[in-house]
């Protein structure tokens, strides 16, 4: 790359060109990567291009665009950070179209400010099963409310993020977009709805929607500039090497959790405590050749995929998500069927999630058999996306490599084992010397604090895997914070992850308090709410003293009945209504510090 650019540029260019990226923000960056891309497409320098200040930019057809939105607020609900960078990104094509554009995050928007916008572009996650994410709750309740004001005036899009996988897709941008014309908006642009694998989508979305506000008639597309400094654009996947694979768990457990170890020497791979992996998985031949044999399609038939002929299996086993039903696979699977049993499933909502839970394409191909070709697998099965797990090391302590905890999936259903796709790659296929292909994903809302702010982290199981990156990162920064760990599973003998670890950090005194829960070991089932139960008057205490909060692991049970403990602790202990006490945690989020990473 350096000799590339020194054969094309002069020293004294490179020099100016880096003195002046230096001295730009982030948003100037982003600014000058569309501007750039702007005049590429036209053809060349434009003659005084930067001097002017006009609201038309020369498009890919060479004809000129005047803006019609010359305001324009985007506001985003976020929980890992992808509707932030996604809002930035469109910041650059509309600015680079001459529209002003003021960029919001949705905890920090005045909603009074709602009903005298122009134009409006709303981002926003959807948490859990339709849930907004904490940072939307607000904007959400508000436009639902008594308050919401009449918005005849306003022009709106929505893009939704969401996976598929849940029944409730990007649920809450659906909510917002329907709310939002229910108040008198007018539509810009029908709802955008992104799934997991949503970056192969934005070249296209997002310009469109920036013509769609600076009032373009033209349907040409430029494509996205993708630049260093966009973490949401940082596609390259890196092959690394199996370094270390530990069970964790005891003889005699009842689940099997891994420490995997990656190389990532010399491959320019970072991270930050709080951030995830992605990991590309195969799927298990054994499945595979199952679901082909159901169907009376042989392994070696050839099909165009992705612009490629590939044999069946082969596709399969790298390209296709053959462990998971969504509901978009199923409408497409019934379109085959013709089955009234499916149909009427499809119908009920609450059936629905039920049947899907834990399906996989050899369930329905064997309970709902269909004639079909190897060429109809790809446009009915969804894309087979990366699987996420929270890193549990920190890249200051040890920068050439990156730990994941991994908890092995296994369930029966149907009478025979079903098996998570990526766990059971990594678990049972996967050895020390072996290679996968990873990425880092970053988490900017599970971020560690200053030195000197106290922590307290509940973790069950796997979920304890981002507070062992904060304790390296804090032995590694020394610093003066106290830590204080919840952590739980089902048996002290046998699921203690990463026991050794954690009693020495008490030992040294980087674990100022450890609180554990092991919930088979006695009659009573106990649970890590239970200890901060236990707990509370310190926990608020703590809280008082400005320590920081943070919640990792499961969604739809613990996450939940932990936030219900802490806003008991602190109604209890602060002495507070119920309503002051949501506004303490409220507070807690908005000042970052209640923090969580579930799934």
Known sequence: ???????????????????????????????????????????????????????????????????????????YGTHTGNSKLIAEQFAVLAEAKGIDVSLTSMPEYKNRKLKEEKNLLVIVSTHGEGDPPASAEDFYNYIFGKKAPKINQLNHAVIALGDSSYINFCQTGRDIFNQLKSLGSNEVHELIELDIDFKEQLDEVLPALANKFAGSSSTATNPLVRTTNNELNSDEWIEVEVLDKVLL????????????????????????????????????????????NQLNIPEDETIEADGDTKKIKEALKTGYEITTITVPVLKKYAEFAHNDQLSAILENKSKLADFLYGLDFLDLVTHFPVSLEAKDLPAILRKLP?????????????????????????????????????????????????????RVKKNEGFRLPSDDTNLIMVGPGTGIAPFRAFL????????????????????????????????????????????VAFSRDQEEKIYVQHRLKEKGELVYKWLEDGACFYVCGDMKNMAKDVKAELLNIIQQYGNKTKEEANAYLKKLFTEKRFQEDVY
């Open 249 to 292: 768990n005891g003889r005699g457990s009842s689940k099997k959790t891994y420490h995997i170890e990656l190389d990532i020497e010399d491959t320019g791979l970072s991270y930050l405590p709080g951030d995830a992996l992605e990991i590309r998985a195969d799927n298990d031949d054994k499945l595979i050749l199952s679901i082909l």
């Open 386 to 438: 990366a699987r996420v797990y929270s890193i549990s090391s920190s890249y200051d302590y040890n920068p050439d490599e990156v730990h994941v905890t991994v908890g092995a999936v296994k369930y029966q259903l149907n009478n025979r084992d079903h098996f998570g796709v990526c766990s059971s790659f990594l678990s049972d296929r996967i050895n020390i010397g072996d290679h996968v292909s990873v």
């Open 1 to 75: 790359m350096i000799d590339a650019i020194n054969k094309i540029f002069t020293q004294e260019q490179i020099s100016q060109a880096k003195q002046l990226y230096e001295g730009l923000t982030d948003k100037q960056r982003f600014w000058l990567s569309g501007y750039m891309a702007g005049l590429n497409q036209s053809g060349g320098l434009l003659d005084g291009a930067l001097q002017e200040s006009s609201a038309s930019i020369i498009g890919s057809n060479g004809a000129s665009e005047v803006a019609v939105a010359n305001k324009l607020s985007i506001i």
């Open 472 to 515: 390296q990162q804090r032995e590694n920064n020394q610093a003066s914070g106290k830590n204080w760990l919840f952590f739980g599973d089902q048996h002290f003998q046998t699921d203690f992850l990463y026991q050794a670890e954690m009693l020495q950090y008490r030992k040294k005194g980087l674990l100022s308090n450890i609180d």
